[in-house]
C-alpha cells in the first residue's frame, strides 16, 4: 500500500472529522428535516442495452433489467424498490450469499443475505425449504430511530443505509432489527491467518489484494486498510446494491440466482414483474405481524 | 477498627490488582481491538453492555441514596450523602468509560453531542448520563463547599440534588427503554421493563451503602440504625425484585410461544443457568433476605457489607440475564448454521479481553473510591458530625 | 484537489484503482466544501460517483470461463487494478442466461449485463488468490522418504534436467530418467511393430500365435531393446514406461498433452479420471452409440445423454443432483425452477438422500442404493406390459425407417437376436446364415481400394424374414419389423426380437419384487411410469452418478437409457440429448490450422496400456502364457469396453501388472483423495521401488502431489487456456474459451528462448526441447512454424474457432470492429508480454483472422443462438444414430475374470459384487450403507481453500435418519468414527507417521432412507494448505480451516479380490461409491 495513499486516506479522515465539527451546527439533521437528497445529480449515462435473444423469451434478468433503466430515468423519490423472492424458485444454492459478499468485499463475520435452510416434515414425506434473507428494507424500520447520530436511515428511494463515516459502531440499530439483517465489521480479513512465507509459496501478502479492493459500496471506494478506517467498526447491512443500480445493474443476489428466484424491480411502475408479483395471494412477508413493512417479500 | 483496615487493604490490594489486569485489557483494546471480544453481530452487547447499565445502575441508585441526605435531609442518614455521592461519581465514569469500549467508533462519540438523534433511546441515555454526571460534579462541588462551612451552598445543593434525582429515575427508565424499544424482543418488550429499572437502581444503591457503611463508616452509634434502615429497604427491595422476576418469568413461561418462553428457559436451564441459580437467585437473592430475616446478623457491620456485595453480584447476573438471552435467540430459526464467521455466534460467554476491562474499570472505581473518602479532606467522615 | 470524480467516466481506460481511490476520496472532500454533512458526501446521494465503478465497464472485464467444478459455467472476470476482484455469469453463454444473449450482441453493451453463477464460481477469487499455491518447482528434500512434506526450491531448468536425465536425485540410488524411456524414437519402425502387434492379437489358435511372436522377434531383431519385454511384444515399447494421468482436463490442454505423451513421447498411457466420475455412464453411452464400421462393431463414442430438461413436461432424476453437482446448478436449476414453478412441469427424484433437488420434487422415491437396475426394469416392465411405448419408433429397424416416421434414431428392438443352447441371445442373425441375402461386397471405409463383405441383419415382418441394412437411407430400404418375436426358429436357429429380450429381462420379477428390491413403494413405481409415458417426448429419465457408480453400474445405466429408448425420446425437445460443439482443432476441412496434422514429425505409439483397456485379455500374450488353469481370474481386470480407468493406474503400477512403469506424471488430479478407497494409493506412491519417478502438476501441495518428486506449479484457471467442450444437457453447439484473465503468479520462465509463465505447457515444452521431440521446437508445426510457446498451439486453435467449420469460410464469426479491438487490448493492458503481447498474437492468428479471433475471445468462446438450437419438435444438433439397446459387441466379450460373456442388453444384476462377481458381504456388525453425495459449495480439493465458501459450511456432516440415530443409541451432534471392513481402523494412514481419522459428527435428519448414511465431498483435507510443511527449511504454517470435517472414501471397500483398488464396475469401469456397509464407533 502506497505510504501516500495511506496519508491520503487518513488526512481524509481527519478532515472529515473536522469538517464534520464544524458542521455540527447543523445539529440533529432529524430535527433539520432529515435527509436533503440531491435530487438533481448528475444522472449517470446508462449503457444501452442489449436485445433480447432472437425467437424466445428473454431471460428474467434481462427483462428486469430494462424495467431498472426505465425507472432510473424516474426521480428517485418516485421509485419504489422491491426484492421479490420465489421461495418455491429458491434451491438454497447460497450463490447469493457469496455473490454478496465478493461484491461488497464483506469480511469474516459480516454477512448480509444469508440463506436459511429448513428441512420439513417426517420421512418420508419430507420436503425442504430454503430462505433467503437479505434487509427487508422496512417501510418501518426498527433499526433507524435508535441510532443515536443518524447513521442510519431511509433514503429517498425507500433503502434503509448506513453512512459508515458516521455510524459510530454501537450496535443499537443491530439489536433493534427483528431480522437479524445487520453485522457487524469486526475488521478480519479471510486470509490474514495465512502465512506470508513469500518466494516459497504465494503466501499471504501477494494474495489478499481481491479482498482488500475497493468494495464500492454506496458508490464509495472503500478498500480494506490495516487501521480502523469504515466500514471497519461499523454496522453493514444490505443496501439493495445501490451502487449497482445506479449504474443499471440489478443487486448481485438477483443476477446470479441460478433459481430465478430472487426477483427485483420498482414495485410503482405498475408493468414491471414485481408490481405484478406482489398482487398475488400467494405473497407473505416476514415477521408481518411486527408491522415493519419489508420491501422484500417472499412468494410461497 | 483493626478489621476493617485490613479489609481496606485487601480491598486496596485487589482493585489494584484489578486494575492493572484492567490496563492491559484497555492496551488490548486500543491497539488489536474490537475483535478479541466474543460479543459479535448476533449476540450484539455482552458484558461490558451490562455492567455499564450495573454502574449505571449503582450510580444513580447512589444518588438517590445521597438525595436522603442532601435532598430530604433524613436525620439518620446525614453525613452519608458524601460517601453516596462520591460512588455516584466514580461509578458513572466506569460505567460510560465501558460503554465507550463497546463502540466501534470511539473516536466519534462527539457525534452523539454534536449530531445526535435526540429521539435515539441510546442518544438519550449519553446525554442523560453526561449531563448527570456534571449534575453529580456539580452536587460534589457544592458538597465541598458546604464541607468547608459555606452554607449558602445548601440551597442550591437541594435544587442541584433534586435535579439529580429526577435524573437518576429518568435514566434507571431509560436504560429499561433502551432494551424495551426493540419491539420484537418479546421478553424486553414490556412497559414493566423500563418502570422496574429504577428499582433496581435503587436497590443498587442501598446496596452497595450497605457495604460501604457496614465496612468503612466509623463506627459510630449511628451506623447500626443506618444499616437496620437500609437492610430493611434492601429487604422490601429484594421482595420487589423477586416479585418482579416472578411476575416476568412465569408470564412468559405461561404465555408459551417460543419467543417468549425461550430466553427465560435458556436463563433457567441453558448452559449458564448456574449462574442464574447460584448467583443471581442464590447470592443476590436468598441469600440477602434469608439473612435479612433473622435480625441477629442485622447489626454486624462486617455482614452487612456482605450482603451488600452479594446482592451486587446478584444484580450483576441479573443484568447479564436480562441482555445476554434474550440475544441468544436466533431472530430467525437457523440463522446461526445459515451462515459462520467470527462473532457470529449465538452463545456468548465474555472473552479474557471483556474480563480484563470489566475487573479493571471495577477496580478502578473501587480504587477512586477509597482513595477519596481516605484522602480527600472533604469526605473525610467526622465522627463529631455524626454524633450532631 | 479540488475537482472531483465525477469527470472520470467509465471508459478511461488508464484509471488504475489507486487513481479511483484518491477520486473518490476527492469527492468526499469536496462536498464536504460544499456544506454537505459527511452523511450526504459519502452515500450514493453525493453523486459524484455515479457511473465511475470501472468494473462495471467491458474494459475491465475478461470473459472466460469457469473451472471451479466442471460445470464450466462461462464467466466475466471483472479487475480492478489489474486484479481479479469480481466474477459473474458471461451473458453469451447458455449456462447462465437462459436463453443467453445472441452471439452478436454488440460486445460494448455487455459491460453492465451478468449471468448467474454458483457460490463456488463467485468464490473463484479465492482458488487463484489462494495463499498456499506454489509459484516454484519444489522438489522432495533429498534424504527425506515421499510424504514427508519437506522441499526444497530447485530452477525450472535444473528440474527438468533431472528428470529428464535421471541420476541419483534423492539419495536413493539412480532414477531413471525420461531420456531412458524415450527408447522407440522411429515413427516409421513402430508403425511396423504396431501392425506385427495387431495381427498377433488377432491370431485365435494359440501355437500360431507364439510363432508370430518368434517371428516379431526376428523381424525387429535391431529394436528389442526397445520394447518392454520382447516375449510379449503386444506390451509395447519402454515408451510406454512414462505414463501420464490427469484428473480434470480440458480440451487444448488435453491436444497439448497427446501431442507431448502420445504423438512426440510415443507412450499409449495417458489416462483420466473418467470412471471416478461418472464411468459407467460415459462407457455404456458408448456401447450404446457403437457404430457398424465396415463389417464391425466400432466407433462407439465416450459420451452420454441428458435431458434437455427446458422442454421436458416430466423428468425422473435418478442419482442425480442438479440444485447440487451435475453440471449443474447455473445450467440446468432455471430450466427446471422456472419449469415447475411457471408451467407446471412435474419431477420425480430418485436418492436415497433428500438432496436439495429432491427437497423440491413433485415425488422423492427414497431408493435402496445399488437397485437403481431393478427401478428401470419395473418401469420398463409397466410401460411393455401396458404398451405404453412408441411402436413406431422401435418397430423401425434402420435410418430409413426411422425416417419415415420423422425420427432421427432408431433402435435394435425388431432386430432378431440368435439364442444359444440355454436361451441366452447372443449375436444378431445375419441374412446370409438362413440364406435371406448373400454378403455383399463394400468399399473399405479406411481404404475404399479394397472391400469387405457386408451381411444384412434380419427382422420379422408380419412373421416373414426381412434382410435389412441399418444405415439404409432411402425410402425403398425403409424396414419395420415385429417387436414381438418370441420361439421362432429361423434356419436352425432359435431367435428372439431385441425387444422381446429386454421384456423377458423385465420380467423376470413381477413390478412388486422389482419395487421390493428398491425398497419403494410399487404404487408409487407405477405411478411414475405412468406420467413417463403421458408426455410424449417431453419426458426423460436423466441419470447420472448414483446410477453409474455401482458394481452394477453399465447395466443400471443401460437400463435407464433403455427406458427412455421406449418413449424414443432420443433427440427430441424435452428428451435425451447430447453434446455438441465447434471443432477448434482444425480437424473439419478448410480450417485454417489443422493441428492434428501440422507436425515435424509424429510417433505412433502402440501397445497394451497398464490400464489394459480396449483390449481383451484372451487376445493377450499374457494370457496364452499362462498356464490353461491359471487364466481365471485375471491377476488384474480387463476393459474392453472402457478407458480412463482412473482407479486402476496407481494400483497397477504397484502390481507391475501388465508391466512395472518407471516415471508417473500427475495432473491435476488427486486419486488418493478423489477414489474411494484411495488411502490404498498411497502404498503403492510412497515405494521408490514400485515408482520410481513422481512428478506432479498442482497449484498446491494436495493429497497426493504431497507425495510426488517435484511439483510443478500449474497456472490457474484464470490464468490459462483451454478449450472446455460441452456437457450433454446443452442443445446448443458451443465452445467456451478458458483464456488469461489474471497475471500468472507463478514463476516465469524461459523455453526455446521464449518467456513464459511456468505451467503445465512450459513443462512439456522444457522436456521436449531437451529431447528434442520433433512435434515441438522451430519446426513443431511444420516446416517454418514454431511451436515454442503455448500461445503457438492455443492462438490458433481461437482462429479455427473463429474461422467456423465450413470450408468456404460461410461459417466464420463477424469481424471485431475497432472499439472491440480497443476494448480487447485496454482490457488485458495488466497482462505481462510473456501471456500477452498483441504483436506476437496477431502474427500466430493471422492478419485475416485477426478480428475474428478477437470477436471470439471478447465473447469467451463460441456459442449457438438460441434460435437455431431446436427444429420443430427435435434438437438441431443430433445425435442421429442408432441407440444400442441391444449389443452385439458387450454380448462378444468374455470377462477377464470369470471368462464369461457379458449381457448385451438391459438386465437387473445385484450391487456390491466384488471384481469376480462375488457378493461382498461383511456380516452384520456393518450395518449401514455408506453414500456420498456433494454440496454445492464444494468441491474435490479445489474450493478447500476458498474461505468464503468455508463459512456456508465450515464441516461436513455424517447425515443420518432420525430412526437410524436412536435405532444405534447416538445422539444428534455426536463424533463418530466410520469404520468398514477394509479399514476397520477408521484412519487414512499416510505412511508418513500421520494417520488421520474419520471422524465427523452426526446430522440427524429426516431426509434419509433409513440404513444409509452420506457424507458430503470436499472435507477432511489432510493437505492442501491444511497442514505445516516444509520449504528450503522454513516451516509453513497449515491453516486448519482447510482440514475441517471428514473425507470417509478411505472407508469405501477395497475390492477383496484386488486388495489394492475399490470395488468397481467390471464393464463400465466405474469405481464405486455407494455399495460399502460401514458402522459408526463412537468417537
Ligand atoms: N467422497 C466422494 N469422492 C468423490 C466424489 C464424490 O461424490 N464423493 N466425486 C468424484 C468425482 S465425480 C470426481 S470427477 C473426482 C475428481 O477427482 P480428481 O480429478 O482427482 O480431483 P480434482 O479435484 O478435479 O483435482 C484435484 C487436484 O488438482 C489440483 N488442481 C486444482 N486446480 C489445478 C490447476 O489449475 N492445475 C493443476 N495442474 N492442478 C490443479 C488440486 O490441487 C488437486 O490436487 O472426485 C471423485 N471423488
Ligand atoms: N458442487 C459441486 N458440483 C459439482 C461437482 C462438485 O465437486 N461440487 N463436481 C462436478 C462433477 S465432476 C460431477 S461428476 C457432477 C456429479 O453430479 P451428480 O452425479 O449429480 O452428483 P453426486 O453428488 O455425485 O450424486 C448425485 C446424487 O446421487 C445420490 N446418491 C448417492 N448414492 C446413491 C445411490 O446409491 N443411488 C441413487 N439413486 N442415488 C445416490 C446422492 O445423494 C446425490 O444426491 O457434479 C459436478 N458438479
Ligand atoms: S451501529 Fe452505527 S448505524 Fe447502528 S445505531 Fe449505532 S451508530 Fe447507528
Ligand atoms: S430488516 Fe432490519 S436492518 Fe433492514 S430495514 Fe428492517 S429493521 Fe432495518
Ligand atoms: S441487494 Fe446487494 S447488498 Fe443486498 S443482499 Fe443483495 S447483493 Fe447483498
Ligand atoms: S441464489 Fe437464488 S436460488 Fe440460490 S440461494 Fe440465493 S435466492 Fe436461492
Ligand atoms: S457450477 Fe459453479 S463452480 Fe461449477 S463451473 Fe459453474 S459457476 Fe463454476
Ligand atoms: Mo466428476
Known sequence: MADEEKSMRLSRRNFIKIVGVAGAALASRRFLGGHTAAANRPRVELPELPAPPANADADVLLRMQEELARALKKPPSERRWVMVIDLRKCVGCHACTIACVAENKLPPGVVYRPVIEKEIGTYPNVSRLFVPRPCMQCEKPPCTPVCPVNATYTNEEGVVVVDYEQCIGCRACITACPYGARTSDFGYTYTEETPVADGLILGRERADDYERASNFEYGKGYDRPGDHGSPIGNARKCHFCLHRLHEGLLPACVTTCIGRATLFGDANDPDSLVAELISKPNVTVLKEELGTKPRVYYLV | MKSELNLKKVIYGLGAIALAFGLWGFYLRFFVGERLVNYGSYVVWGLWVAMYLFYGGISTGSMMIASLDYLFGIRLFKGSGKIALWAAVVTMPAALVTIAMDLGHMERVWKVFLQPNLLSVMAQLVWGYSIFMVVLLAALWLVIRLESGKQDARPWLRFVMGVGLFLSIFLSGGVGALLGVNASREAWHTAMLPAQFPVFSLLSGCALMLTLLGWFAPADEKRPQQLRALSIGLLILLLVKTYYLWVDYSQALYAGTPVASEAVTLVLFGRYGWAFWLLQLGLGMVFPIAFLLSRRFQQSPFWSGVVGVAVLVGIAVARANIIFPMLSIPELEGLAQAFTGPHLNYDYYPSLMEWAVTLGVTGGAALAWLIGVDYLPFLKIKTQEVAQ | ?1083
Open chain 3, 1 to 1083: 484537489m479540488t475537482d472531483t470524480s465525477s469527470s472520470q467516466t467509465s471508459t478511461q481506460p488508464t484509471m488504475s484503482r489507486r487513481e479511483f481511490l484518491r477520486n473518490a476520496g476527492a469527492a468526499g472532500f469536496a462536498s464536504a466544501f460544499l456544506g454537505l454533512t459527511p452523511a450526504l458526501a459519502l452515500t450514493q446521494e453525493g453523486g459524484a460517483e455515479s457511473g465511475a465503478i470501472p468494473i462495471h465497464s467491458v474494459e475491465n472485464q475478461i470473459y472466460s470461463v469457469c473451472l471451479q467444478c466442471n460445470t464450466i459455467c462461462g464467466i466475466k472476470v471483472k479487475l480492478l487494478d489489474g486484479v481479479a476482484v469480481k466474477i459473474d455469469g458471461n451473458p453469451y453463454s447458455p449456462w447462465t442466461m437462459n436463453p443467453h444473449l445472441d452471439y452478436e450482441t454488440p460486445f460494448v453493451q455487455t459491460g453492465t449485463v451478468e449471468g448467474a453463477i454458483c457460490p463456488k464460481g463467485q468464490a473463484g477469487l479465492q482458488t487463484v488468490y489462494d495463499p498456499y499455491r506454489v509459484v516454484k518447482v519444489l522438489k522432495r528434500k533429498p534424504g527425506t522418504p515421499r510424504g514427508a512434506n519437506q522441499w526444497i526450491t530447485i530452477s525450472f531448468e535444473q528440474a527438468l534436467n533431472e528428470i529428464v536425465e535421471g541420476g541419483d536425485l534423492f539419495g536413493e540410488g539412480k532414477v531413471p530418467g525420461l531420456r531412458e524411456s524415450y527408447a522407440l524414437t522411429d515413427a516409421k519402425v513402430a508403425g511396423e511393430m504396431a501392425a506385427a502387434v495387431k495381427k498377433i492379437l488377432a491370431e485365435k489358435d494359440e501355437e500360431k500365435k507364439k510363432g508370430l511372436v518368434e517371428e516379431f522377434k526376428q523381424t525387429f531383431a535391431a529394436y528389442l531393446d526397445t520394447l518392454i519385454d520382447p516375449d510379449h511384444p503386444d506390451f509395447g515399447p519402454k515408451n510406454n514406461q512414462v505414463v501420464f494421468n490427469w484428473g480434470r482436463m480440458k480440451g487444448g490442454r488435453s491436444d497439448f498433452i497427446t501431442r507431448f505423451f502420445r504423438d512426440g513421447f510415443g507412450t499409449v498411457n495417458t489416462h483420466g479420471h473418467t470412471t471416478v466420475c461418472q464411468g459407467s455412464l460415459y462407457f455404456t453411452g458408448k456401447a450404446m452409440s457403437e457404430k457398424l464400421v465396415d463389417g464391425k462393431w466400432n466407433g462407439g463414442a465416450k459420451f452420454y445423454w441428458q435431458g434437455d430438461i427446458r422442454n421436458s413436461e416430466f423428468i425422473i432424476f435418478v442419482g442425480a443432483s442438479p440444485f447440487e453437482g451435475n453440471y449443474g446448478p447455473p445450467l440446468r436449476v432455471p430450466k427446471i425452477t422456472e419449469g415447475s414453478v411457471n408451467h407446471g412441469v412435474k419431477f420425480v427424484v430418485v436418492d436415497p438422500r433428500l438432496s436439495k433437488t429432491a427437497g423440491k420434487a413433485w415425488k422423492w422415491l427414497p431408493i435402496q442404493p445399488g437397485s437403481e437396475g431393478a427401478m428401470a426394469m419395473a418401469l420398463i416392465r409397466w410401460v411393455l406390459d401396458n404398451e405404453r411405448y412408441d411402436a413406431d419408433y422401435l418397430s423401425a429397424v434402420n435410418k430409413a425407417a426411422a425416417a419415415l416416421k420423422g425420427n432421427p434414431t432408431w433402435t435394435q428392438a425388431a432386430w432378431l437376436v440368435k439364442l444359444d443352447e440355454e436361451g441366452q441371445p447372443t449375436t444378431f442373425l445375419r441374412a446370409s446364415e438362413i440364406g435371406l441375402r448373400e454378403k455383399e461386397p463394400r468399399p473399405l471405409s479406411t481404404d475404399p481400394e479394397k472391400t469387405y463383405d457386408f451381411d444384412y441383419f434380419v427382422t420379422l415382418r408380419n412373421g416373414i424374414p426381412v434382410a435389412f441394412d441399418p444405415y439404409a437411407e432411402s425410402e425403398a430400404d425403409a424396414v419395420f419389423g415385429d417387436l414381438w418375436v418370441d420361439g421362432v426358429t429361423l434356419g436352425g436357429f432359435k431367435v428372439k426380437s431385441g425387444l422381446q429380450i429386454i421384456a423377458d429381462s423385465a420380467r423376470e420379477r413381477t413390478i412388486e419384487e422389482w419395487a421390493e428390491l428398491c425398497g419403494l413403494d410399487a404404487k408409487d413405481l407405477v405411478e411414475v411410469a405412468r406420467e413417463f409415458t403421458s408426455h410424449g417426448k417431453r419426458a426423460c429419465a436423466d441419470i447420472h452418478r448414483g446410477v453409474s457408480q455401482h458394481t452394477n453400474g453399465f447395466y443400471n445405466v443401460l437400463a435407464w437409457y433403455t427406458l427412455n429408448a421406449l418413449i424414443g425420446n432420443y433427440d427430441y425437445a424435452g428428451g435425451l440429448i447430447k453434446a455438441t460443439t465447434y471443432d477448434y482443432t482444425g480437424g473439419k476441412k478448410g480450417q485454417p490450422y489443422p493441428l492434428g496434422k501440422m507436425a515435424g514429425g509424429k510417433m505412433a505409439p502402440f501397445g497394451l496400456s497398464i490400464i489394459r483397456h480396449d483390449a481383451k485379455y484372451q487376445e493377450s500374450t499374457l494370457y496364452t502364457s499362462l498356464p490353461k488353469d491359471k487364466r481365471y481370474p485375471a491377476k488384474r481386470n480387463w476393459y474392453p469396453l472402457a478407458s480412463d480407468v482412473y482407479q486402476e493406474v496407481i494400483p497397477s503400477i504397484g502390481d507391475a501388472y501388465p508391466y512395472p512403469v518407471k516415471a508417473l506424471f500427475l495432473y491435476m488430479g488427486s486419486p488418493v483423495y478423489s477414489l474411494p478407497a484411495g488411502h490404498k494409493l498411497i502404498e503403492v506412491l510412497t515405494d521408490p521401488k514400485k515408482l520410481p519417478l513422481f512428478i506432479a502438476f498442482d497449484i498446491t501441495i494436495g493429497e497426493t502431489s504431497m507425495f510426488a518428486d517435484y511439483i510443478f506449479p500449474d497456472t490457474a484457471y484464470l490464468e490459462r487456456w483451454e478449450f472446455n467442450g460441452s456437457h450433454p444437457s446443452v442443445p446448443f453447439k458451443v465452445q467456451g474459451i478458458r483464456q488469461p484473465a489474471v497475471a500468472p503468479v507463478v514463476e516465469e520462465v524461459e523455453v526455446y528462448g521464449q518467456k513464459m509463465p511456468l505451467n503445465m505447457e512450459a513443462v512439456l515444452l522444457g522436456i521436449a526441447e531437451r529431447l528434442n521431440l520433433p512435434n515441438f521446437g522451430q519446426n513443431g508445426l511444420g516446416e517454418g512454424i514454431p511451436l515454442i510457446h503455448q500461445d503457438d498451439f492455443y492462438l490458433r486453435m481461437v482462429a479455427n474457432l473463429a474461422f467456423g467449420e465450413k470450408e468456404d469460410g460461410s461459417d466464420a464469426v463477424p469481424d471485431a470492429d475497432d472499439e472491440e479491438l480497443r476494448v480487447f487490448e485496454t482490457a488485458r493492458r495488466h497482462l505481462p508480454s510473456s501471456v500477452f503481447d498483441v504483436q506476437r498474437w496477431k502474427t500466430i492468428v493471422g492478419d485475416a483472422l485477426w478480428r475474428k479471433a478477437v470477436y471470439v475471445l471478447n465473447r469467451g468462446g463460441r456459442f449457438q443462438n438460441f434460435s437455431k438450437a431446436y427444429k420443430g419438435e427435435q434438437v438441431t444438433n443430433k445425435y442421429g444414430q442408432m441407440v444400442n439397446i441391444y449389443q452385439e459387441k458387450t454380448y462378444g466379450i468374455k470377462d477377464a475374470m470369470t471368462g464369461k460373456h457379458l449381457y448385451g442388453y438391459a438386465k437387473y444384476i445385484p450391487a456390491a459384487l466384488d471384481v469376480t462377481g462375488k457378493p461382498v458381504e461383511d456380516g452384520p456388525d456393518f450395518n449401514l450403507r455408506l453414500i456420498t453425495h456433494r454440496e454445492i459449495m464444494q468441491t474435490k480439493s479445489r474450493t478447500s481453500g476458498n474461505y468464503w465458501l468455508n463459512a456456508l459450511l465450515s464441516e461436513n456432516t455424517v447425515i443420518m435418519n432420525v430412526q437410524d440415530v436412536e435405532r444405534l443409541g447416538l445422539k444428534d451432534g455426536e463424533r463418530v468414527k466410520i469404520v468398514s471392513a477394509s479399514n476397520p481402523d477408521g484412519v487414512w494412514n499416510l505412511y508418513n507417521g500421520t494417520k488421520v481419522p474419520m471422524i465427523g459428527k452426526i446430522k440427524a435428519v429426516q431426509g434419509m432412507r433409513p440404513g444409509v448414511v452420506s457424507f458430503a465431498l470436499g472435507f477432511g483435507h489432510f493437505a492442501y494448505g491444511g497442514v505445516d510443511f516444509e520449504i528450503d527449511g522454513i516451516r509453513v504454517q497449515g491453516d486448519p480451516r482447510r482440514t475441517r470435517g471428514f473425507h470417509a472414501n478411505a472407508a469405501m471397500r477395497v475390492d477383496p479380490y484386488l486388495g489394492n483398488t475399490p470395488l468397481l464396475d467390471p464393464v463400465g469401469g466405474s469405481a464405486v461409491f455407494y455399495d460399502t456397509m460401514v458402522k459408526l464407533e463412537r468417537a
